[in-house]
T-cell receptor, first 113, second 113 residues
Framework: AQSVTQLDSQVPVFEEAPVELRCNYS??????LFWYVQYPNQGLQLLLK??????LVKGINGFEAEFNKSQTSFHLRKPSVHISDTAEYFC???????????FGTGTQLKVEL | GAVVSQHPSRVICKSGTSVKIECRSL??????MFWYRQFPKQSLMLMAT?????????EQGVEKDKFLINHASLTLSTLTVTSAHPEDSSFYIC?????????FGSGTQLSVL
């Protein structure tokens, strides 16, 4: 069975500063990796995903993530955050076929002026 | 993009009563819908997978007689929490599958008094 660990439950950061949200996973088989964002009172939206190919994945809103197989990590980064990036971010993993996702506990990103 | 509408967004009920949560795919047909539950500070946990016109598949530890799922059409799935108890208080989220993509509802916060 796979699992996902998001070590940081909350990450405060000032506007225009860089940010990294950490995600580690465990799985005995190949995985597909996802980052979702949830703005207040809205559903989860897909930020980016890694299925295969280049380990550096670019997503919407200037976010990117790098798949590191040796460290079993898929950290999310943005070089300069904006107030509007304040939201809950979820890392998720999927193995094999189908769409059954295993989620992390989420990281609350709070961008301050 | 595709939209999944989930209602109600918040519901408070008395212990012993039943609560129905609706999940509608507004501009696409979702042959498969997923129901998740999230307790505070924990991950989204998959409860069940429902396919239109057939019985739902429940994850281990989820009581199928307590959490009734109906997916009678390609655009509507419902989750009924029967004889709700305070320990059922949680955040419930649905998602509809379109091809390989998942689209999430905004969730329902259930509070059982």
């Amino acid at each position: 069975a796979q699992s996902v660990t998001q070590l940081d439950s909350q990450v405060p950061v000032f506007e225009e500063a860089p940010v990294e949200l950490r995600c580690n996973y465990s799985s005995s088989v190949s995985v597909y990796l996802f980052w979702y964002v949830q703005y207040p009172n809205q559903g989860l939206q897909l930020l980016l995903k890694y299925l295969s190919g280049s380990t550096l994945v670019k997503g919407i809103n200037g976010f990117e993530a790098e798949f590191n197989k040796s460290q079993t990590s898929f950290h999310l980064r943005k070089p300069s955050v904006h107030i509007s990036d304040t939201a809950e971010y979820f890392c998720a993993v999927r193995t094999g076929g189908g769409n059954k996702l295993t989620f992390g506990t989420g990281t609350q990103l709070k961008v301050e002026l | 993009g595709a939209v999944v509408s989930q209602h109600p967004s918040r519901v408070i009920c008395k212990s012993g009563t039943s609560v129905k949560i609706e999940c509608r795919s507004l501009d696409f047909q979702a042959t498969t819908m997923f129901w998740y539950r999230q307790f505070p500070k924990q991950s989204l946990m998959l409860m069940a997978t429902s396919n239109e016109g057939s019985k739902a598949t429940y994850e281990q530890g989820v009581e199928k007689d307590k959490f009734l799922i109906n997916h009678a059409s390609l655009t509507l799935s419902t989750l009924t929490v029967t004889s709700a108890h305070p320990e059922d208080s949680s955040f419930y989220i649905c998602s509809g599958q379109l091809g390989e993509k998942l689209f999430f509802g905004s969730g329902t916060q259930l509070s059982v008094l």
